[in-house]
């Protein structure tokens, strides 16, 4: 058990020596970046891990989600979803499209694909939806809209690294799909992430829209930037990939004891995986009704801190409700109810492979306690 502060999450490192040795042979070569050997090693890891034929590199995921809109040079309205991370709106926005949002469903808190079609109108070139916590989205029915008005399919894949559906990963629905590799994600290279996608063309431009849009020695194509992954970073995620299985087992025995705990209270609503999925177990997600339960998300925040636990309101505030984005149009969280009910009830609770059951009990006694 713990006696030192237990946060949210830790990141899941591999052993020093394993590490080192992987970085060994960058001071032979002296290549640090610039799509180097450890970066072409890990591009090739992950399309097997991932069962796609074709994936990029990226310096983070935001990078990578902010490349792939541009590649794909899309304009207009783009529908997607306030309950995530700013990452998600703040790419369309920073691109020049127009955020539209739809509502969440009550049960997953994935993108609610009845409230999409709606939404489309005559300038609406995509759909940007978000695999939340690592729940896949409603795949089937956005892919069925998708194709019947023509729109593209880019999925905010940041949680779902290490998810399944079948034998299918996360990674082989919609047009493409982004990941984050960032340290607080299931599968870390410290910063980093990646698209995957279909099709040679877009392989070719988004390798050059994140390096300056440079096309060979004296061709620079695209007004890019400067968006790709060095050597020590894809080194982090060679090791990583290698005890992955491992890491998602801990989290499965750390949710696992969280559920049975916590879903019995009156009240407390947890997230289990829906059937036919493999999970992550990337986050704990727990909604807290004051009414049943008889405390709110924020007395049981506060009671875990006042034990030196960190919690974490995650998502709260609903992206349409950022400082930010005041006043735009659109940008209301009166439009999106369900989001906005689960966003002023949830708690993220400490999650990481290697949280001690024990330190799970004392957290579930802990907002046990908070309850009626
Ligand atoms: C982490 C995250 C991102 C951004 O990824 P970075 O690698 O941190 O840039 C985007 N969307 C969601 C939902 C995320 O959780």
Redesign the pocket.
Same mark, same amino acid.
């Given at each position: 058990m713990s006696d030192s502060p237990i946060l949210v999450t830790r990141s899941s490192m591999p052993p020093f020596e394993e590490y080192v040795k992987e970085i060994e042979p960058l001071w032979e070569s002296h290549w640090l970046t610039n799509m180097g050997e450890k970066h072409r090693a890990l591009e090739a890891a992950l399309e097997n891990y991932l069962g796609v034929d074709d994936l990029a590199l990226f310096v983070?995921?935001?990078?990578?989600?902010e490349c792939v809109l541009e590649a794909m040079q899309l304009k207009g309205k783009v529908i997607t979803t306030p309950y995530?991370?700013a =990452?998600?709106t703040h790419a369309i926005v920073r691109k020049g499209l127009t955020p539209v949002f739809a509502d969440i469903k009550p049960d997953d808190y994935t993108i609610d694909p009845a409230q999409i079609e709606s939404l489309i109108d005559e300038d609406t070139c995509a759909i940007v939806p978000?695999h939340?916590y690592g729940n896949l989205c409603d795949v089937d029915a956005i892919q069925d809209i998708a194709d019947r008005h023509g729109l593209k399919v880019i999925y905010?894949a940041?949680?779902a690294f290490g998810v399944f559906r079948g034998d299918r990963s996360s990674a082989t629905f919609g047009d493409a799909a982004?990941f =984050?590799?960032?340290a607080?994600?299931v599968f870390n290279t410290i910063?980093?992430?990646a698209v995957c996608f279909r099709g040679p063309e877009l392989k070719t431009k988004l390798n050059r829209w994140k390096n300056f849009g440079i096309a060979d020695e004296e061709t620079v194509e695209y007004v890019g930037g400067n968006a790709k992954m060095n050597e020590f970073a894809a080194a982090m995620g060679l090791c990583n990939l290698r005890h992955l299985d491992g890491e998602i087992a801990k989290r499965q025995k750390v949710a696992e004891r969280y559920w049975e705990r916590l879903e019995t209270a009156p009240g407390v609503k947890v997230c289990r995986p829906a059937a036919g999925i493999t999970p992550n177990y990337a986050y704990l997600p727990v909604v807290f009704e004051e009414d049943e339960f008889g405390a709110t998300r924020n007395d049981v925040f506060d009671a875990l801190k006042a034990h030196d636990v960190y919690a974490r309101k995650y998502f709260y505030p609903l992206i349409n409700d950022f400082d930010c984005y005041r006043g735009r149009e659109g940008f209301d969280s009166s439009r999106t109810p369900v989001a906005k009910h689960v966003a002023d009830r949830v708690l993220t609770m400490p999650m990481y492979a290697d949280l001690a059951l024990e330190d799970v009990d004392r957290i579930c006694d802990i907002v046990q306690a908070c309850g009626k």
């Open positions: 983070n995921g935001h990078q990578a989600l995530s991370f =990452s998600t978000v939340v905010d940041a949680h982004m =984050s590799f960032h607080t994600k910063e980093g992430g």
